[in-house]
């Protein structure tokens, strides 16, 4: 991935600390030399720009997608389903697609995901059963 790139990033957003782990990694990509980077939680809803109608920052968020080069998911995406919704827009988006760790060392492991136009619809059919299954193993507790 090149450090030019506009990279939107995808994570969950399901509580307060979400923030704080979208900053933070922005912040590490940016201390790598990324300089190009959308952080959808720094839009914020009540913004006059919005009206207050949590569907114009939505409108927002995926205008920027549009104008991405690469998606990166990080922490629990894989259980949001907005980061799965996220993933088949990039694809159809023409995006790269990369997960994001960061190690205890502070070092960037960046995986491309090989996610593309002919094998999206039956990636997306397993991240949404891996979700369901989860979810239902979570209410059996």
């Known amino acids: 991935m ?8 995808s994570g969950s957003m399901n509580n307060d600390l979400s923030t704080d782990a979208f900053n933070v990694t922005e912040a590490t990509l940016k201390s790598a030399g990324y300089t190009n980077i959308f952080n959808p939680s720094a839009v914020t809803y009540n913004d006059a720009r919005f009206s207050g109608k949590p569907s114009n920052g939505f409108r927002e968020q995926m205008n920027a997608l549009t ?5 990166v998911l990080f922490g629990n995406w894989i259980e949001a389903r907005g980061c799965i919704s996220e993933v ?4 159809l988006f023409g995006c790269e697609i990369y997960t994001l760790r960061i190690t205890n060392s502070k070092e960037l492991l960046l995986e491309k995901l090989d996610v593309n136009r002919e094998n999206v619809n039956r990636i ?3 991240l949404l059963f891996l979700q369901d299954q989860s979810y239902n193993r979570n209410q059996l507790r």
């Open 124 to 126: 997306i059919a397993d």
């Open 67 to 71: 104008e991405a080069d690469v998606l």
């Open 2 to 9: 090149k450090t030019d790139s506009r990279i939107y990033l």
């Open 88 to 91: 088949f827009n990039a694809v």
